[in-house]
């Protein structure tokens, strides 16, 4: 009898235990899935790099771009023409879903814009189209002051060249 009883015990607590692994797997089953079936970003660098000193000017020139979040959405972006020349303060204002946010997401690349006809950069800064450099070339030279922007604990200075990349005279 005492055996029945610590058996049944024993299988409670195996019950228990597979029931948690299958729990903990249950992420480790998500990772494959994301490494295999979800679409990732593009090459940090490329093989033809922006000139070191880019973006000297600041221009930037937005040609027919349209963009989409995912392919079987509508587009939201619907072949936007502007150009913001260099050194000019632009602010993007506008209802809830006009456009705002998507256009950041294009120019940081976080949401690839739609192919261009040939010979159309759909994205330009300086005039280099910024389709076709590494994200990593592009996101370093890219800053935006949110509309509720976080500083971290630090300087003003450390917050805004986190790696000391650049000389401040």
Do not use: H
């Not at 619907?78 to 260099?86: I, V």
């Not at 632009?90 to 739609?114: H, M, N, W, Y």
């Amino acid at each position: 009898m005492t055996f029945a009883i610590s058996v049944t015990g024993l299988l409670n607590w195996t019950v228990r235990s597979f029931a948690q692994l299958e729990a903990a797997m249950n992420c480790t089953e998500r990772i494959f899935f994301y490494i295999d079936n979800v679409p990732q970003e593009a090459d940090a660098k490329s093989a033809n790099p922006p000139p070191a000193a880019w973006p000297d000017k600041g221009k930037i020139e937005l040609k027919n771009l349209r963009m989409k979040y995912r392919d079987d959405t509508p587009v939201v972006l619907k072949g936007l023409d502007l150009t913001f020349e260099g050194g000019e303060r632009v602010g993007i204002v506008g209802r809830t879903g006009s456009g705002k946010s998507s256009l950041l997401l294009c120019l940081l690349r976080l949401v690839e814009p739609e192919k261009a006809e040939k010979g159309e950069k759909p994205i330009a800064i300086d005039g280099v189209d910024v389709t076709q450099i590494g994200l990593a070339e592009l996101r370093r030279k890219i800053a935006i002051i949110p509309q509720n922007p976080t500083l971290f604990s630090g300087t003003i200075r450390s917050n805004l060249d986190p790696f000391d990349e650049y000389v401040y005279t």
